[in-house]
């Protein structure tokens, strides 16, 4: 089976910056996403990380351990915009292109 | 990005009635798409694999006679909700992953079909 666990919920001051941490168990491992989702809106794509390392994309980062089986999403320069519910996502074994999801954090910026 | 749609974002229906939502990769091919489901305040739950000329696979729980999925093009996947009830309400969003794309895994989501049945 697959269990993917990351904090609940998350607060954080506009300007600053912001880990959100998911570990994860599963069968077959074909890569781990973020996805970011506001209320009443489908998720967005933020990364995708299937090697070891960390991804730079702008102000958001992931990283990725596959022996520890874990991951982190970095937010800088927090807005108010960011604001939303982080999805972190596993992609199984091969021939199982389906995401498992964790239950999300909902981030909460404040001024 | 890839761009997926869904028709209709909105939906109010009465209990026993039937529901099509359809799902719409724009500007690629998607060979396999994916439904999900996603009640308030929860993740979101895979519903089951569709797939291009062939039936679908569905997760466990999930009752493929309820919900009838059918992948006609490589373009187009459709949700079928068969005699709704109001546990059915639900947020269903559809994914789908490029199948040019070779080994890159990303799904792009549609932007998802509010359900809700009287």
């Known amino acids: 089976g697959q269990n993917i666990d990351q904090p609940t919920e998350m607060t954080a001051t506009e300007g600053a910056i912001v880990q959100i941490n998911c570990t994860y168990q599963t069968s077959g491992f074909n890569g781990l996403f973020w996805y970011q989702q506001h209320a009443g809106e489908a998720p967005t794509f933020l990364s995708y990380n299937v090697l070891d390392g960390l991804e730079e994309k702008g102000r958001f980062s992931s990283f990725l351990s596959r022996s520890k089986g874990y991951s982190y999403l970095l937010l800088k320069e927090l807005q108010m915009k960011d604001s939303a519910s982080y999805l972190c996502?596993?992609?199984?074994?091969?021939?199982?292109?389906?995401?498992?999801f964790g239950s999300g954090t909902r981030l909460q910026v404040q001024p | 990005g890839a761009v997926v749609s869904q028709h209709p974002s909105r939906v109010i229906c009465k209990s026993g009635t039937s529901v099509k939502i359809e799902c719409r990769s724009l500007?690629?091919?998607?060979?396999?798409m994916f439904w999900y489901r996603q009640f308030p305040k929860q993740s979101l739950m895979l519903m089951a694999t569709?797939?291009?000329?062939?039936?679908?696979?569905?997760e466990q729980g999930v009752e493929k006679d309820k919900f009838l999925i059918n992948h006609a093009s490589l373009t187009l996947s459709t949700l079928t909700v068969t005699s709704a009830h109001p546990e059915d309400s639900s947020f269903y969003i559809c994914?789908?992953?490029?199948?040019?794309?070779?080994?890159?895994?990303?799904?792009?989501f549609g932007p998802g079909t509010r359900l809700l049945v009287l």
């Open positions: 996502a596993v992609s199984g074994r091969t021939g199982r292109r389906a995401l498992t």
């Open positions: 500007d690629f091919q998607a060979t396999t």
């Open positions: 994914s789908a992953r490029d199948s040019g794309s070779g080994g890159q895994e990303t799904q792009y």
């Open positions: 569709s797939n291009e000329g062939s039936k679908a696979t569905y």
